[in-house]
């Protein structure tokens, strides 16, 4: 089982929709969540991070159920330059190094048409 | 100025040669990290240095041999090139302190290898 599932997408919906993704994760010790986004042939870069409490960044939501080991993303009126592979990183510090190391899910893509 | 940098953005070679990918930063970050993009989208890390000292070394064969002159850079060396070795390789760097708060990690544009 990998340590961080999401489903790959792609997600293909029209300007405007609303749209969630949903990550899982399997290390109950992770101690921080983010959500990267990826352009095509592009670098990963932050788009937020994730807190317990539920965080909200203009369009962009995002949840942590750290119960059930779920994070979820959700994003409100779509545009075309949304379109982008979401991924959900989960950050591990190691108990011995002290040091984080981020995990990522495999990413779920998404495309945003006009 | 670019904050990540990584060198060369493309690389194509034969098997069985040694090539070496360079990284800098410029953000005066403590840890640099090497990871590993394959064909199938997935992003795994390789190894993390904290001020030039290997942290992380996630059972990557040993044909890989990363090193650290100074905290700003993290190098790459890849020996005896194989055809799974095709992949994009991605550095990043972060603020990352021993026991600290956790902190964001900033890629580098990606070295994509192709080995024939």
């Known amino acids: 089982r990998k340590e961080v599932e999401q489903d790959p997408g792609p997600f293909n919906v029209p300007e405007g929709a609303t749209v969630a993704f949903n990550c899982t994760y399997s290390n109950s010790a992770s101690q921080s969540f983010f959500w990267y986004r990826q352009d095509c042939r592009k670098e990963p870069k932050l788009l937020m991070s994730?807190?317990?409490s539920g965080n909200e960044d203009g369009r962009f939501t995002a949840q942590l159920n750290r119960a059930s080991q779920y994070i979820s993303l959700l994003i409100r009126d779509s545009k075309l330059s949304d379109s982008a592979t979401y991924l959900c990183?989960?950050?591990?510090?190691?108990?011995?190094?002290?040091?984080?190391?981020?995990?990522f899910g495999t990413g779920t893509r998404l495309l945003v048409s006009p | 100025d670019t904050a990540v940098s990584q060198t060369p953005k493309y690389l194509v070679t034969q098997m069985g040669n040694d090539k070496s990918i360079k990284c800098e930063q410029n953000?005066?970050?403590?840890?640099m990290y090497w990871y590993k993009q394959d064909s199938k989208k997935f992003l795994k890390i390789m190894f993390s240095?904290?001020?030039?000292?290997?942290?992380i070394n996630e059972t990557v064969p040993n044909r890989f041999s990363p090193k650290s002159p100074d905290k700003a850079h993290l190098n790459l060396h890849i020996n005896s090139l194989e055809l799974g070795d095709s992949a994009v390789y991605f550095c990043a760097s972060s603020q990352d302190r021993k026991r600290g708060v956790n902190t964001e990690a900033f890629f580098g544009q990606g070295t994509r290898l192709t080995v024939v």
């Open positions: 990183v989960v950050n591990q510090r190691g108990e011995n190094t002290g040091f984080q190391k981020l995990v």
């Open positions: 240095y904290n001020n030039k000292e290997l942290i």
């Open positions: 994730v807190y317990s």
């Open positions: 953000l005066g970050h403590d840890t």
